[in-house]
């Protein structure tokens, strides 16, 4: 007796192989019926008897690809149709989902494909571009969209007629997986000087590489998603001599391992770790250093004085040949110059890395789109997204409710762009700071994809309050070339509304947003924020207690400056110390010159620039070598103390603000360090006092929902520690997992407020409308 079921799938079923995989399980099954795309998922009818339809259910839950997510499986019988024993199909889509098709992601190498790279036997033997529908690059080769072959960067490459078989036939793995290629059709690798003169060609090319690299020389090479420069992990000769070339001094570097077992010889990795280093998204993974032993392979000058090491596993077939040559880790960080976004072209790569790499192996398959390594690390809930790219970005982040067709710019630093469509925000890729011409191109690139790959039409842009940002012109312009509203939503109110939109928080929460810097709606530098946020309501509860900043910009660069003006303020400087020990007389007077004049020293109430000022305080950095590195250090610095004690951080009333006063703290802290009490002793305790503030500041504002955000949140301790001292009290505590808590996630908190913002000016004219 045949029965017949309607089953809707939501979730990531599209571009990753499920149609197939439907396909295959029914007809191996004997069901007849048909799969296609919906907007929303993949809506399949299937017919035949019932322990045959239970048993293909099962099937569908348990055994889809790896790289598919199901949020929700929802099955309904109907009537059996007439097309018993006519077998199975793949039906086109329908038409609404040609018009929001998702794009998919980079995913790294499937286990099939690895085998068939490693068996002598396969015609894709050593073949560094293997891939299939369960593996490969999707989104750094897509031109336009539908997903399709000729609109990717393959389109060059026609197929052999084993490739051209495979590619048409719906048994086999590779049964319309677009950028499919072998070594008779397929990219083809190429060694070059660093002036461009060609050396070697496939094999040849990989051995002479793999030498190079042995040999202590840096190696800039053509990955995925863009350039990437290696140097051999275990020589400290090496690594300094890539960080001499890249003006990367003391930045950690993100070191890839032949295989997981190798990683396990310097780091412990749990099984939730392995996972996620072994999963199709394949990121780098904050993992901890095993010490002492016979442990020490990594060279030091990897991640100096860093408990931790970014670690990942070789993610293409190219990554994987050439670790599986090397047989040792290698540093493996974006090609580019500081913070410029990587290369993604040869000649361009030529150009910009000549002087930085030694010799340059690529291939004849452009890249699209610079698409970096995605970093995160495991936290208690699962992964926690530090920068989203490979692997994540552009899958859509799903909002409770519908939005307006917004488009947002993000911030500064750690940029990335957001567009909303229906219920679903595409944020972009991480496309790294704007502070260069290739920043600010990249952004606006990014941009004009978006709109073209979704055929948009924004209905209103949204930006940043900061009138100097890079991103907010662009915004500015796009808002007068299309004649739609700009939006400026406050930093902190985006970082909350990120994670908001992320983890569909319903209700009021309360944010609070720690972070470097800024734009405050007073105009002021904000950074220690408590916001209680509200539909698109904002409420300024509590905040640090300000302080100058001498210089301004130069004290993102210099914590002795943040240590300076938080003294100055506390009126406790120790004019004699601090002039023998961070700056010399003259630039001591000129800076507490402009301190008492109150110009050239904006105001900050950042719990960025306090850490920074703590950290040189206890003398552990007075210059930052790069963002963030004081606060690092200072977060390092307490590794594996238990230390339960805090000094006293309070909170007063300053007219309808409550502030968080870090005096008495300063005070306590200057006087246990003066008692020789050891740095990391004071840093725990440190950490600890903010945690209580933390605490005061929930208790007062009596909002049950409290949200972690900000730069200063990617410390594991502060987080550990907040977290704790907030769920003790019974307080439920959301941080951001999906989109970073750094400036990462500024576009999607953008598009949340300036939704909210329309939806309650609609209501509110409506109201006016029945009132009349
Ligand atoms: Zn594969
Ligand atoms: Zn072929
Ligand atoms: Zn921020």
Aim: glycine letters at 8%; one cysteine or more.
């Amino acid at each position: 007796m045949n029965r017949r079921l309607a089953i809707s799938i939501q979730g990531v079923v599209q571009g990753v192989g499920f149609r197939p995989f439907v396909y295959r399980t029914a007809v191996e099954s004997s069901l007849s019926g048909w799969v296609r795309n919906r907007p929303d998922g993949v809506r399949i009818e299937v017919q035949g008897p019932a322990e045959r339809l239970d048993r293909f259910l099962e099937a569908l839950r348990q055994d889809h690809p790896r790289q598919a997510v199901i949020d929700s499986i929802e099955v309904r019988e109907i009537a059996p149709a007439d097309d018993a024993g006519q077998g199975f199909e793949i039906l086109t889509s329908d038409a609404d989902a040609e018009k929001r098709p998702s794009i998919p992601a980079d995913l790294a190498t499937c286990p099939e494909c690895q085998q068939e790279i490693e068996s002598t036997a396969e015609r894709r033997f050593a073949y560094p571009f293997t891939n299939c529908t369960n593996c490969g690059p999707r989104y750094s080769i897509i031109e336009s969209l539908p997903y399709d072959r000729p609109r990717t960067s393959m389109k060059s490459f026609s197929f052999c007629p084993e490739c051209e078989a495979e590619y048409r036939n719906p048994l086999d793995r590779r049964f319309h997986a677009q950028p499919i290629a072998c070594p008779r059709c397929g990219p083809r690798l190429e060694l070059l000087a660093h002036d461009g003169r060609s050396l070697a060609c496939e094999d040849e090319a990989l051995r002479q590489a793999i030498e190079a690299v042995l040999a202590g020389k840096v190696l800039a090479l053509k990955g995925l998603g863009g350039f990437q420069l290696l140097v051999d992990a275990t020589d400290d000769r090496a690594v300094n001599l890539l960080r001499e070339r890249k003006h990367r001094e003391a930045k950690p570097l993100a070191v890839m391992f032949p295989s997981l077992e190798a990683l396990r010889q310097c780091c412990s990795v749990s099984s939730q770790e392995a996972e996620a280093l072994l999963s199709p998204q394949a990121p780098i993974l904050l993992v901890r250093r095993l010490t002492g032993g016979p442990t020490r392979v990594l060279a030091e000058s990897v991640a100096p004085g860093n408990p931790r090491v970014g670690a990942m596993l070789p993610y293409t077939p190219l990554h994987r040949l050439l670790l599986a040559g090397l047989e040792r880790p290698v540093v493996c960080t974006s090609g580019n110059l500081s913070d410029e976004p990587m290369c993604v072209e040869t000649r361009e790569a030529l150009a910009r890395l000549g002087k930085v790499a030694d010799l340059f192996l690529v291939h004849d398959r452009p890249i699209v789109r610079p698409v970096d390594d995605s970093v995160a690390k495991v936290g208690p809930r699962g992964l926690e997204l530090l920068r989203r790219a490979r692997g994540f970005a552009p899958l859509p982040i799903r909002l409770k409710e519908k939005a307006p067709t917004i488009l947002a710019v993000g911030g500064h630093l750690k940029c990335t762009a957001a567009l909303s469509l229906g219920d679903q925000v595409i944020v972009s890729q991480h496309l790294g700071d704007l502070d260069s011409a290739e920043g600010a191109a990249l952004l606006e690139r990014t941009v004009d994809d978006l709109l073209r790959f979704f055929d948009a039409r924004p209905e209103m842009v949204a930006c940043d309050l900061h009138p100097e940002y890079v991103s907010t012109r662009i915004a500015e312009r796009i808002a007068r070339n299309w004649s739609i509203p700009l939006e400026r939503v406050q930093h902190h109110h985006a970082h909350v509304a990120a994670c908001v939109a992320e983890q569909s928080i319903e209700g009021e929460v309360l944010g609070l947003a720690w972070d470097g810097t800024g734009w405050g709606l007073d105009g002021t530098i904000w950074g220690g924020e408590a916001l209680a946020c509200a539909g698109p309501e904002l409420r300024r509860f509590a905040s640090l207690r300000p302080f100058r900043l001498p210089g301004g910009e130069m004290a993102m660069r210099e914590p002795r400056r943040s240590a300076l003006g938080l003294l100055h303020e506390a009126g406790e400087l120790r004019a004699k110390e601090l002039t023998g020990q961070w700056f010399s007389p003259e630039e001591f007077q000129a800076l507490c010159g402009i301190l008492e004049r109150q110009v050239s020293s904006p105001v900050t109430s950042s719990i960025g620039r306090l850490f920074d000022a703590v950290s040189a305080v206890l003398g552990i950095r007075l210059r930052n070598g790069f963002e963030g590195q004081a606060a690092m250090e200072l977060e390092f610095a307490a590794d594996g103390v238990a230390d339960e004690e805090s000094y006293p951080l309070l909170l007063v009333p300053r007219g309808d603000l409550l502030l968080l006063d870090w005096a008495p703290m300063l005070e306590a802290l200057l006087a246990e360090r003066d008692h020789g009490i050891p740095v990391p002793i004071l840093s725990a305790r440190f950490h600890n006092s903010l945690a209580d503030g933390a605490l005061a500041i929930a208790r007062q504002a009596a909002i049950p929902k409290v949200v972690l955000c900000g730069g200063c949140f990617q410390n594991d301790r502060l987080t550990r520690t907040v977290r704790e001292r907030l769920e003790g009290s019974g307080f439920e505590v959301f941080i951001p997992r999906r989109v970073p808590p750094n400036d990462g996630s500024i576009s999607l908190g953008q598009v949340l407020v300036a939704a909210r913002r329309r939806s309650s000016t609609s209501e509110s004219a409506l109201r006016l409308k029945t009132n009349s």
